[in-house]
């Protein structure tokens, strides 16, 4: 009976599938556990071996916890709706469901192939109708939401209106849009439907608005900032241009400060935290208002220090800032729009990382000093954002480094208010100083200075203290065919929501998925998209009349819309009505852990979060954060080979052999060179049609050494290594143990497909104690101490190790167990079924099958973990080394409890010792207890 991978794991995955062994239900008496993988996309390069890292270890620590007698939750789905899909289509015409479809069954095949624990019941697809639909009731209800900062959540905007109503504007605190004019009750029962909408429309956490968007023409879409990679698009490497576009967005600011506490009860890393609390930037300071010489226009800008505001120097506005072509006279308008120009073309984080660039121009405009009413240059820079803040800075050049460097740069004339001359140490510990030249905050400090010029910009009616967020407001519109449909129609250009009781809304048929030439998004070529208020249905655009048939929304949500709820669908993925029943939603509450990549911090955590807490607001989610524990697994990097051709020539000479020739370094699929480095220069000519003619310049010994470099594994590096083939040729198992094997999971470590022979050997060897050539060679008599001693060291260390995430750790004793208890020719029934048991979560084909072996009917997926006994590690007795004049001779077994001149007794009436003394009468016996027995003769 041989060990045949292949077969075991074709077997035991098509049981699971048929018994529905990990079916999970929403009513148990069990405790619950809710294990979950982040959101995969299902790109058409299906798995390489990194991508199943995350997943291996969230499904041995599900199997871990059924063990233990928990209710687990373990789903997957697919995060469906994406650019990649569209750019598809757009080359080749094909509707990017028929793409999703089929990437996904490639998914789906290499994902069973490693035998997960999934509750494929429960699988969701964002693309899916009848899953978009409920994201298009949660966009509705933040439609009709307002953020009330005095209960501080958010509320029906019905109870905004109900304030209106009764007594206007004037002492609603809401999060909302700046500079709304106060109002009166009467005054808002005068104002029409539509002015009424349009008020509604600045305190709605959802709203349009013109917006400053990243601009792709290339793609046709708006794109995030981390979809922008050195002001280029990620996905085909376009330029991104800034401009400005009516765009829905989501008011996630209102939530920056719950954001940040809830920080504070969850099970995140501290580096995890810290990216997200320097990505919400709570910043506490004053809000200050400059008037514009010669121009009724204000400069709002927010500071830190505005103890500070006697050494402001100059101001800088945002090159899109609103005032610029207000302001700016003619002698400048020409470098301004050049400038303005030139920054369209740069996104914004590229602004906010370079530090090193100064560049600006001056608008030829002036602010007045709200105390000393002295003019004050603005100029234009695009180290300022028009997005952060308000989009203007107060300059303070001898209290910061970057103000500094831009005056001495444009010469502008530095007023010094601290006590010590300008440097670097004033640029960085400038909180200590004591001013000057600051009129009425002189010989004050930092807080005392604060304080007093806060006071007095409120007596002049020109500012107030503030706490401020760099945390802005999310673009939620693409310009986008693949995506989820706004159910939103219009009327007289004002949005109205389509009732929840039609939705879903569905995505319409086009011929063309590029913009239209007019300059529409891609919905714009559908025919049938127009809202039938009557009917309440979609219906032909021939038909729309703005009475009764009213234009769609053309943009698409964008791709974190349906992953920001996606792991309470998974709760209740069959329920019509509501996103998940409230039984199932109470009973799970939450994700008790959740694995992924450390790329998606400040995007897709930050958006799941925001939504959790505003669906708690509705009453719908049962807790305030939605991912208690989370782990960022690390990355498996690729071992790239390199081959170098000499510049002009289609000539590869061998690394070894490069001497003065220039050579361009190209990527060689790493699947030509064997573990010596060395290339198969036949295959690589038939690899690619223009390498068909390659001439290569080989070393002495007649081969073509290869460079290598480890980094991450990517289909454009030709570095992939396909699980498939891995499976294919070791067996899911070992995949699994070998991946885990690698190194700490929330490490980055290298691929070596070289070392995985070692786990693969391990596995056989594990067989071996179950069964030889002829069958099982399974005992039932009673296992020696020693048996138990490596069985619950093992217990022990892989229950600490599955706690702690240190899975690697765990396959290194399983094969120390292994290889002891095969030195102890240990065949026995109560050492081998509960290792069985042990081992199933990380290796669960082989100890299903081993489970089946000996004589057991139901998955081994099913039963309890083996419990760990200390007594069995409690040492009774003591293996002595005997030495005679220092030179050891035999060994002894004593226990541990005989007294000194009891050890002495039974070792001198040993006949060995009697042997080594020929007769003779010792000199010395000495003895210490535990550790050593020496005999001086």
Known sequence: M??????????????????????????????????????????????????????????????????????????????????????????????????????????????????????????????????YKHTQWIFIQLFNSWYNKETDKAESITTLVSKFDKEGNLNVVA?????????TAEQWKSYSDEEKEKMLLKYRMTYLAETEVNWCPALGTVLANDEIKDGLSERGGHPVVRKKMKQWSMRISAYAERLLQGLEDIDWTESLKESQRNWIGKSVGASIVFNVKDHDDTIEVFTTRPDTIFGVSFMTLAPEHDLVSKITTPEQKEKIAAYIDATSKRSERERMADVKTISGVFTGAYAIHPFTKEPIEIWIGDYVLAGYGTGAVMAVPSGDSRDYAFAKHFDIKIKNIFDKDISEEAFTEKEGFVLKDSDFLNGLDYKEATIKAIEALVELGQGKGKVNYRLRDAVFSRQRYWGEPFPVYYVNGLPKMIDSKYLPIVLPEVEKYLPTEDGQPPLGNANIWAWDTVN?????????????????????????????????????????????????????????????????????????????????????????????????????????????????????????????????????????VNSSSELDTVAFKKWRPDYENAEFILNPSGKYIVGHEVEKMSKSYYNVVNPDDICNEYGADTLRLYEMFLGPLEQAKPWNTAGISGVAGFLKKLWRLYADDNGLVITD?????????????????????????????????????????????????????????????????????????????????????????????????????????????????????????????????????????????????????????????
């Open 175 to 183: 999060v909302c849009d700046d500079n709304i004019p106060v109002f």
């Open 536 to 672: 309440n249905k979609v219906v032909a655009n021939e038909k729309i009349d703005n009475k009764t048939i009213f234009p769609i929304e053309l943009n698409t949500m964008p791709g974190w819309a349906g992953s920001s709820w996606y792991w309470m669908r998974y709760m209740d993925p069959s329920n019509e009505s509501e996103i998940a029943a409230q039984d199932a939603l109470k009973y799970w509450q939450n994700v008790d852990l959740y694995i992924g990549g450390s790329e998606h911090a400040t995007g897709h955590l930050l958006y799941s979060r925001f939504w959790n807490k505003f669906l708690k607001d509705l009453g719908v989610a049962p807790t305030e954060e939605p991912f208690k524990k989370l782990i960022n697994q690390g990355m498996i990097l690729g071992t790239s080979a390199f081959v170098y051709r000499i510049e002009g020539t289609n000539t590869f000479i061998s690394k070894d052999m490069i001497k003065d020739e220039k050579v361009q370094q190209l990527y060689a699929y790493v699947g030509l």
């Open 781 to 937: 008599e009673e296992p020696t101490k020693e048996m138990y001693k490596s069985l619950h060291k093992t217990i022990k260390k892989v229950v600490e190790d599955i706690e702690g995430f240190s899975f690697n750790t765990s396959v290194s004793q399983f094969m120390i167990c292994v290889n002891e208890l095969g030195q102890q020719k240990c065949h026995h029934r109560a050492i081998l079924e509960p290792l069985a048991i042990v081992i199933s979560p990380y290796a669960p084909h082989i100890a299903e099958e081993l489970w089946s072996m000996l004589g057991h009917e139901s998955s081994i997926s099913q039963e309890s973990f083996p419990e760990f006994k200390a007594e069995f590690l409690v040492e009774s007795s003591k293996e002595y080394p005997v030495s005679f004049n220092g030179k050891m001779r035999f060994k002894i077994e004593l226990p541990l409890d005989l007294s000194e001149e009891e050890i002495k007794k039974i070792i001198l009436d040993d006949e060995r010792t009697q042997a080594q003394l020929n007769g003779r009468e010792p000199k010395k016996l000495i003895v210490v207890p535990g550790k050593i027995i020496n005999i001086v003769g």
């Open 2 to 131: 041989k060990y045949n991978p292949n077969e075991i794991e074709a077997k035991w995955q098509k049981f699971w599938k048929e018994n529905q062994t990990f079916k999970t239900d929403n009513n148990s008496e069990k405790p619950k556990y809710y294990v979950l993988d982040m959101f995969p996309y299902p790109s058409g390069a299906g798995l390489h071996v990194g991508h199943p890292l995350g997943y291996i270890a969230s499904d041995i620590f599900a199997r871990y916890k059924r063990h233990q007698g928990f209710n687990v939750l373990h789903p997957q789905g697919y995060d469906s709706f994406g650019l990649p899909a569209e750019q598809y289509a757009i080359q080749t015409g094909q509707h990017p469901a028929i793409t999703t479809e089929e990437n996904i069954a490639r998914y789906r095949e290499q994902l069973d192939r490693i035998g997960f624990s999934f509750d494929w019941n429960r699988e969701v697809r964002t693309s899916n109708a009848d899953y």
